[in-house]
C-alpha cells in the first residue's frame, strides 16, 4: 500500500529535524573553540611541566646577576612566585592548588588563585584562565621552586618530636622553565616550644616550624640573588 505523500513529508521533515538537534549538541566545535581560548592557560601548564621535571635533578649553582639584570630593565620586575613540589604537581596537570599541603601557605597567591584548565568549562572561565596566564607572564620574569623533604613536627602526651625542612630552593625564568640558578634550604624546629595563650602544644610545633621554614627560604633566596624579592603567600 502506498503511502501518502503528507506522511513521506512528516518524515523527512523530522528527518531533517532529527539531524540539525544532532548538530547542534555536537560538542566539536565548541569544545574547539575553548581549546583556542585557554591557549595560553595551556602553554603555561606545559612550562610547569619543564619546571617539575627539572626538581629531582637540583644541585646548588650560582645565579647569573647579568642575566637577571637584563630582565629587570625590560620588565622593572623584581617580584618572584614561589611554589613548592607538591603544590607544582597539582597546577601543572590544570588542578586547582590544594592550600592544605605542608607549604600551602607559602605558595603565592598569584599562583593559588591561577585558574586551571581543568575548571574551564565555558567561554568565560576560558577566558579567566587565559588571562591568568598572561597576566603572571607579563608580570614576572621568574618564578621559584622547591623540592623538599618533610618531617612533620609531634607534640603529644610521650613529648615534643621536631618537624624538619631539607630541600633545594630553584630559579626558573617563567616563559621557559629554564634552570637558572639553586640553593640548599634547611630549617629545623626549636628544641623547646612555648605554647601562646588559645594554642594546642601541636599548634605551637606546628607553627614554630612554619616561621623557621620561612626564615630558611627567605635567607636561602637572599644568598641567590640581591637583585629580586621572593613572594611568599
Known amino acids: 500500500m502506498r503511502q501518502p505523500a503528507s506522511t513521506f513529508l512528516a518524515l523527512a521533515l523530522f528527518a531533517t529535524a532529527l ?18 581560548l585557554i591557549g595560553p592557560a595551556r602553554t603555561l601548564e606545559q612550562t610547569f611541566q619543564r619546571v617539575n621535571a ?9 645565579c647569573s646577576d647579568l642575566t637577571i639584570r637584563s630582565a629587570i630593565a625590560k620588565s622593572q620586575s623584581r617580584k618572584v612566585p614561589f611554589i613548592d613540589a607538591a603544590a607544582l604537581a ?11 599541603l605542608p607549604f600551602g601557605q607559602f605558595v603565592s597567591k598569584v599562583l593559588l588563585k591561577r585558574r586551571p584548565t581543568r575548571a574551564v568549562g565555558d567561554q568565560k572561565t576560558a577566558t579567566d584562565a587565559a588571562f591568568d596566564a598572561v597576566k ?14 618533610f618531617r612533620a613536627p609531634k607534640a603529644d602526651a610521650k613529648g615534643f618530636h621536631g618537624g624538619e625542612v631539607k630541600g633545594t630552593l630553584a630559579l626558573f625564568e617563567l616563559r621557559s622553565g629554564k634552570l ?16 601562646k595563650p588559645g594554642q594546642t602544644p601541636q599548634q605551637a610545633a606546628d607553627k614554630d616550624l612554619e616561621l623557621e621554614a620561612r626564615r630558611a627560604l627567605e635567607e636561602a ?10 613572594d611568599l603567600g
Open 19 to 36: 539531524g540539525c538537534n544532532q548538530k547542534e549538541k555536537d560538542p566539536g566545535p565548541a569544545k574547539a573553540n575553548l581549546e583556542q
Open 136 to 149: 603572571l607572564t607579563k608580570e614576572h620574569d621568574f618564578m621559584a621552586a622547591i623540592e623538599y623533604d
Open 221 to 230: 633566596f637572599a644568598g641567590m640573588t640581591h637583585e629580586l624579592n621572593l
Open 54 to 62: 627539572q626538581l629531582p635533578k637540583l644541585e646548588p649553582a650560582p
Open 90 to 100: 597539582f597546577t601543572l596537570r590544570g588542578d586547582s592548588i590544594d592550600p592544605n
Open 180 to 195: 637558572l640558578c639553586a640553593a640548599p634550604v634547611v630549617a629545623q624546629s626549636h628544641e623547646e616550644i612555648a605554647a
